[in-house]
């Protein structure tokens, strides 16, 4: 069985997005995407709304890649590689291999799916996380906080619910990020 890992940068004051939209910010240097291609590969199938599929599809493509640093074109190689279920009412069909569209959030096809991997799964983006934790389906949280504040935008974790969290790992980058890797204590 398999668990079920929230994983994000967020800067310092808690947001993965700005309050424009924009991420540009997190963009992470040649050691800190090192470290999420070993993350990556211990994950088995990423879970994502539409909004973080759209982003994260980029990956598909080798055109940008060209000129592009190893770390960078290895994480293409891992992202592709893996399984990919998103969730969303108004995608009208997924664009990338190895994915899966499901209309509707359903929290028994996500506890049917850790408990069917022999590998972990992970969720990303706000929303769709924010219903992972309130579904009480998160194991384990993997934020990466980036030396900024932003001042406000896309909460990097669910307004108006409490997690209790036990630290299981932290890290300090060369350029200033923290890893903070936490078990969720269960109810």
Known sequence: MGRLVYAANTSLDGYLEDASGAFDWSVPDEEVHAFWNEH??????????????????????????????????????????????????????????????????????????????????????????????????????????CPVTVGGGRPAMPAGLRVDLDLLEERRFAGGAVLLRYAVREA
């Open 40 to 145: 990556e590969r211990r994950i088995g199938t990423s879970l994502y709304g539409r909004r973080m599929y759209e982003t994260m599809r980029v990956w598909e493509d080798d055109d940008w890649l060209e000129g592009e640093p190893d770390v960078v074109r290895e994480y293409a190689a891992i992202w592709r590689d893996a399984e990919k279920v998103v969730f969303s009412r108004t995608l009208d069909a997924v664009t990338t291999s190895r994915t899966t569209l499901h209309r509707e959030f359903d929290p028994d096809v996500v506890r049917a799916l850790v408990e069917a991997s022999d590998t972990d799964l992970s969720v990303g983006g706000a929303a769709l996380g924010a219903e992972a934790f309130r579904h009480g389906l998160v194991d384990e949280c993997v934020l990466l906080v």
